[in-house]
């Protein structure tokens, strides 16, 4: 059974920092690429990084230099270190894994406000 499970979320103020975590099991790790997704409340789900099993990264604009997405398949684990959040960043956010077939984490809540 394929589980991905996300934690790091929390609320922090504008500007401050978020380190997320996903831990995968049953797939093989290393031959999936990773993505994190986000949603906020009433908008529909946007890719915000994804590194592919070879560590090539790739971003969306409204992240770039701020977010980095990284990777250790030793742990089975993908993070997203979130800098200089802005209360725009307020959403759930979600890894996934792809290769024939992508499969959710669950969310994790991140809230960006003072």
């Known amino acids: 059974q394929v589980q991905l499970v996300e934690s790091g979320g929390g609320l922090v103020q504008p500007g401050g920092s978020l380190r997320l975590s996903c831990v995968a099991s049953?797939?093989?790790?290393?031959?999936?690429?990773m993505g994190w997704y986000r949603q906020a409340p009433g908008k529909q789900r946007e890719l915000i990084a994804h590194?592919?099993?070879?560590?090539?990264?790739n971003y969306a604009d409204f992240v770039k230099g701020r977010f980095t997405i990284s990777r250790d398949n030793a742990k089975n684990t993908v993070y997203l270190q979130m800098n200089s959040l802005k209360t725009e960043d307020t959403a759930v956010y979600y890894c996934?894994?792809?290769?024939?077939?992508?499969?959710w984490g669950k969310g994790t809540l991140v809230t960006v406000s003072s």
């Open positions: 996934a894994a792809a290769r024939t077939t992508t499969y």
């Open positions: 049953g797939i093989i790790f290393r031959l999936y690429a």
């Open positions: 590194i592919t099993p070879g560590n090539t990264t």
